[in-house]
C-alpha cells in the first residue's frame, strides 16, 4: 500500500538523482587556451629537466653563468646556497636563434 509519506519520499529521491551527473564539468574557453607565460623560471631539481625546454639542470646553470642567457642567483648573505632565476625572455629568444643557425657541415638535419 502506497501512503502519502512514501510517495513524497520517492519524489525526494528522484529529485536527487537528477543533481547527479556522469558529464565532465564544464570548463570556460577562454580559460582553457589563455596561458601566460612566465617572466622568469627556476632551474629545475637535481636529475631533472626543465619542463618547458627539456634541457638539463647544468645547462641552463652554464648559460646563466657565462651569461649567454640573463639570469641571477639570489641568496642571503653568507649562505651557501640560493635560487637560481632564468629571465624566460632571454632564454625563449637563446633558443629560437639557435634553430635559426645554420647546421655546420657533416652533421645531418633532424627528420621531420
Given at each position: 500500500?502506497?501512503?502519502?509519506?512514501?510517495m513524497h519520499a520517492k519524489?525526494?529521491?528522484?529529485?536527487?538523482?537528477?543533481e547527479y551527473t556522469f558529464a565532465p564539468p564544464a570548463v570556460?574557453?577562454?580559460?582553457a587556451t589563455t596561458q601566460r607565460e612566465?617572466?622568469?623560471i627556476r632551474l629545475p631539481k637535481h636529475g631533472q629537466r626543465c619542463p618547458l625546454?627539456?634541457?638539463?639542470?647544468?645547462?641552463?646553470?652554464?648559460?646563466?653563468?657565462?651569461?649567454?642567457?640573463?639570469?641571477?642567483?639570489?641568496?642571503?648573505?653568507?649562505?651557501?646556497?640560493?635560487?637560481?632565476l632564468i629571465e624566460w625572455a632571454s632564454l625563449k629568444a637563446y633558443l629560437q636563434d639557435a634553430m635559426q643557425a645554420p647546421i655546420p657541415k657533416g652533421r645531418k638535419a633532424a627528420a621531420a
Open positions: 500500500m502506497v501512503t502519502k509519506n512514501t519524489g525526494k529521491e528522484a529529485a536527487r538523482a537528477s570556460a574557453a577562454a580559460s612566465p617572466d622568469f625546454t627539456g634541457l638539463s639542470r647544468a645547462y641552463l646553470y652554464d648559460l646563466v653563468k657565462s651569461r649567454t642567457v640573463r639570469g641571477q642567483i639570489l641568496r642571503k648573505k653568507n649562505a651557501l646556497r640560493g635560487v637560481v
